[in-house]
């Protein structure tokens, strides 16, 4: 690689980070861009989890994006209302263990959490949900900028001008289209 392109870029850019960088965009991207949950779908999710094992709000969080494969991280403000919100509802119950807040289902919350079982679970819904347009374009950018990197990883002089040269024509491109309008 061109060492003059190490020195523009900074001294602590090494291409395996941007190319990390790049991958964990892609999941951002998709997910904020694609993946919009409904109302309702945290509180199927908790019931649903606590009917497996008692666990707390942070637990609960973690669990719904590993089996959504990141594309559905609930914040914080969504989760803990709705467990406040269960809990005023007699469908779980909280006990104070290790300095955390753990919730558990009641006999009622047990019933409840059987009925959302013969339902596809939120996050199954959330992984099938087809790739609209914005996310498409925006995942072609991903990979666009992984191309772009891998240029520049291992691309002459000669064809790292010549992707330049290209991403700021379509950079152009892109900005007369939305000019058109």
Same mark, same amino acid.
């Given at each position: 690689?061109?060492?003059?392109?190490?020195?523009?870029?900074?001294?602590?850019?090494?291409?395996?980070?941007?190319?990390?960088?790049?991958?964990?965009?892609?999941?951002?991207?998709?997910?904020?861009?694609?993946?919009?949950?409904?109302?309702?779908?945290?509180?199927?999710?908790?019931?649903?989890?606590?009917?497996?094992?008692?666990?707390?709000?942070?637990?609960?969080?973690?669990?719904?994006?590993?089996?959504?494969?990141?594309?559905?991280?609930?914040?914080?403000?969504?989760?803990?209302? &709705?467990?406040?919100?269960?809990?005023?509802?007699?469908?779980?119950?909280?006990?104070?263990?290790?300095?955390?807040?753990?919730?558990?289902?009641?006999?009622?919350?047990?019933?409840?959490?059987?009925?959302?079982?013969?339902?596809?679970?939120?996050?199954?819904?959330?992984?099938?949900?087809?790739?609209?347009?914005?996310?498409?374009?925006?995942?072609?950018?991903?990979?666009?900028?992984?191309?772009?990197?891998?240029?520049?990883?291992?691309?002459?002089?000669?064809?790292?001008?010549?992707?330049?040269?290209?991403?700021?024509?379509? &950079?152009?491109?892109?900005?007369?289209?939305?000019?058109?309008?």
């Amino acid at each position: 690689m061109n060492e003059s392109w190490k020195k523009n870029l900074g001294a602590d850019w090494s291409v395996a980070a941007a190319l990390k960088t790049l991958e964990d965009l892609g999941g951002q991207v998709k997910r904020t861009v694609d993946v919009r949950m409904k109302r309702g779908d945290v509180r199927s999710a908790v019931l649903r989890l606590l009917h497996e094992a008692p666990m707390h709000g942070y637990q609960i969080i973690h669990e719904i994006e590993s089996r959504s494969n990141g594309a559905w991280k609930p914040s914080p403000g969504s989760v803990y209302p &709705t467990l406040q919100l269960l809990v005023d509802e007699g469908l779980i119950t909280s006990a104070e263990a290790d300095g955390r807040r753990t919730y558990s289902l009641t006999g009622t919350g047990t019933e409840a959490a059987a009925a959302e079982s013969e339902s596809p679970a939120p996050w199954e819904v959330g992984m099938s949900h087809p790739s609209g347009p914005r996310g498409n374009l925006a995942v072609a950018g991903v990979h666009l900028a992984k191309a772009a990197a891998e240029v520049a990883r291992t691309g002459s002089t000669e064809q790292i001008d010549r992707a330049t040269a290209l991403i700021n024509d379509t &950079t152009h491109a892109l900005t007369r289209l939305l000019a058109q309008d």
